[in-house]
C-alpha cells in the first residue's frame, strides 16, 4: 500500500522560506510517475502548487512559480517543498500526493496534510 | 487560470440522487476528457472518486457516478447516504499556463 507523509514546521514567520518533506513508502519514486504538492487554506479550496517527476522534472503554478521550489531525493525516497518569502496567504494545509504517468494525471494517493502557519 | 466553478451546496434526502456541476471553458472541461473528482471530509485529504470523467478508481462505489456535457462535467451520487455528506472537488487538465486546476468545491449535506 502506498502511503505519504509531510514533515516539517507548522510555523514560519513572515519572508522566511516554508520547507516540507514528503516521505513515501511502499512505493520507490524511481519506479516512475509524477509527485505533487496541493494545498488548501483554512475553510478554502485546493491549489495545486507543483509535480515532479521521478527524473527531476518538474511543473509549477504559474501563480507560484517564482516562489516555489520541488525537489527529489530518490535515495530517500522522498521529494520536498519550499516556498520562498512567505506571507501569511501562504498558511494553508500542505498535502503531498502522487498521480501517474501524466504530469497532469489526479492524484490517487496523499498523504495526511500538514498545517503550515505563516506568522511572526 | 480560474478555477472551475461548481455550486457551494448541494443537499438530498438519504436514498435520493444528487449531481454536482463543474463548468469550466473549451481550455479545459470542454476540449479534455481529463476531469477528475475529489471526495473530502472534514480534516482529512481528498480522494479519488472519478478520473478521465467516468472512470472509477479500483474501491469506489458504484453509486458515484461521473459524466460531461459540452463545458460543464457533472457528478451524480446516487443512493445518498450519510457517509456522503462531504465537500466534493472536480479538477481538470487546462491548456492555459496552469495544466492543473480545482473547481471551488460543493459541499454535499444529507438532510
Known amino acids: 500500500q502506498v502511503q505519504l507523509q509531510e514533515s516539517g514546521p507548522g510555523l514560519v514567520k513572515p519572508s522566511e522560506t516554508l520547507s516540507l518533506t514528503c516521505t513515501v513508502s511502499g512505493y520507490s519514486i524511481s519506479s516512475g510517475y509524477y509527485w505533487g504538492w496541493i494545498r488548501q487554506p483554512p475553510g478554502k479550496g485546493l491549489e495545486w502548487i507543483g509535480s515532479?517527476?521521478?527524473?527531476?522534472?518538474?511543473y509549477y503554478n504559474p501563480s507560484l512559480k517564482s516562489r516555489v521550489t520541488i525537489s527529489v531525493d530518490t535515495s530517500k525516497n522522498q521529494f520536498s517543498l519550499k516556498v520562498t518569502s512567505v506571507t501569511a496567504a501562504d498558511t494553508a494545509v500542505y498535502y503531498c500526493?502522487?498521480?501517474?504517468?501524466?504530469?497532469?494525471?489526479?492524484?490517487?494517493?496523499w498523504g495526511q496534510g500538514t498545517l503550515v502557519t505563516v506568522s511572526s | 487560470q480560474s478555477a472551475l466553478t461548481q455550486p457551494a451546496s448541494v443537499s438530498g434526502s438519504p436514498g435520493q440522487s444528487i449531481t454536482i456541476s463543474c463548468t469550466g471553458t473549451s481550455s479545459d472541461v470542454g476540449n479534455y476528457n481529463y476531469v477528475s473528482w475529489y471526495q473530502q471530509h472534514p480534516g482529512k485529504a481528498p480522494k479519488l472518486m472519478i478520473y478521465?470523467?467516468?472512470n472509477r478508481p479500483s474501491g469506489v462505489s458504484n453509486r458515484f457516478s461521473g459524466s460531461k456535457s459540452g463545458n460543464t462535467a457533472s457528478l451524480t451520487i446516487s443512493g445518498l447516504q450519510a457517509e456522503d455528506e462531504a465537500d466534493y472537488y472536480c479538477s481538470s487538465y487546462t491548456i492555459t499556463s496552469t495544466p492543473y486546476v480545482f473547481g471551488t468545491g460543493t459541499k454535499v449535506t444529507v438532510l
Open positions: 515532479i517527476y521521478h527524473s527531476g522534472s518538474t
Open positions: 478521465d470523467v467516468s
Open positions: 500526493a502522487r498521480s501517474t504517468i501524466r504530469y497532469f494525471d489526479p492524484f490517487d494517493y
